[in-house]
């Protein structure tokens, strides 16, 4: 599985085609069928208590499956999730930025599936786990 | 399972506790063991193509597994999601609201499991299903 | 959704193409986009302590995910599992058959999702819930 | 975490409470939080068509979990798995082993998650994973 886009043109791609979001994360690494990246935390992402909301979790987790899923296939923004299923295992830290690493388990021609374990940086176990289905779209016929 | 807590005491905790998102979700309807509940779907939960991003759905379907659960057992504001299965069905249409209706499958002394539907406002069929289990802080001895 | 193949249709057609775990189910009623079956519990799906085992319910949920697919689209021996999501919430009685009610939530080209609530006969409560997606063979051109 | 039951206590133990399927299951391996086994795969295990039934997919990942979350915390009879997410990726080869590697991702004192990957033996890609967590009982107070 040769890498068709790497960290930085999956940078660009998110950021032409989900602006708003954008600038939440950063891509650190891109490798074959693996991708490590980051929630940039902010406010908007706490909880009361110091702690991140799960919504931000699951928005991690969904862009990390997403972006290893097109690092592989190339930029196709119309895939989209059908399904995930994720475990919450301990409070990430409220100060610190959230880290996933995923890794493509699956890629096949209408689907992938990737895992994912999410990270608060500076703590060694994970704070969370996800796996992730995404349908990919049909090429067209040429 | 009698009411503990209706839509009134239900929204005026959600203000309380999380007052940051409070604003996105209102409380329709809680009945014995369900709620009925909507996100007010704003231009920052939407996603170029016109539609609601994933964890906009995932936010709604968590905050009504917690309400229901609370509807039953009180404010506990330190339940937390252990773990969240969901299916995105369907594409939600940009300019409506979400509609969660919920369902509390178990309410055990140590976990609740909740059975969420996701409607568009308008459309018959389920944008997405989820389903939740969420940790039931122990009672203090006293 | 029309019904395409009522109960005596799939009983044939469980018989046919899961000979070997045909002898274990019964469908009881096929309704638009909905199955009632039940697992006819035997010594081999019990556990110490009194209980059914966790793969007889898994059994269960996913024989009646893939009938009530059938049941919309015809004889597809070759449709997959591709995902399962299921909560045990409560203990089955040892000595009670279970009863298993599924309902077609989406049926695409390429995808059904169906839920499922498992009952032990006589409880009024479910003892386990359960979701899970089939990838539907594409039809051949003709 | 130290091992607290090696891969020869929990072939022992599973013998002992669940002797209906423990010829069904053997222990290769057992680390600090992680466990490595197999289905051998027998004809009951089949499907029509030359490949492995989904049950008896999970059947050896809830084993697996079940097993690696005794290795830490000793004998536990009562341990029951709550919650499980299954995906089917690839199909297996009829004649060949399942392995499946797990791994303990949280053991807190009431509930554990394990993460699994099965491999059916030969090939190098998985064919399915699975997260499961187990509840596990409250000490007696002594």
Redesign the interface.
């Known amino acids: 599985m040769a890498v068709m886009m790497d960290a930085e043109a999956l940078t660009v791609f998110m950021r032409e ?2 602006d ?1 979001v954008a600038d939440d994360f950063a891509v650190d690494h891109v490798g074959e069928g693996e991708i490590t990246m980051r929630l940039l935390t902010a406010n ?1 992402h ?4 110091g702690t991140i ?4 979790m ?2 991690l987790a ?1 862009v990390a499956a997403y972006l290893v899923t097109l690092s592989q296939i190339g930029p196709q ?2 895939a ?12 990430p830290a409220a100060g610190a930025h959230l880290i996933a690493k995923a890794q493509l ?2 890629l096949g021609k ?2 992938s ?1 990737t ?1 994912v ?1 999410i990270y608060s940086e500076g703590l060694d ?2 704070v969370a ?1 996800a ?1 992730l ?1 995404y ?1 990919i779209p049909p090429k067209p016929l040429s």
């Open positions: 085609v989900f708003q908007k706490l909880r009361p208590g909301s799960g919504p931000s699951f928005a969904d923004a119309l989209v999730t059908t399904n995930c299923s994720i475990d919450f295992m301990r409070k388990l699956k209408l689907l599936v895992d374990l176990k994970p786990r796996s289905t349908a």
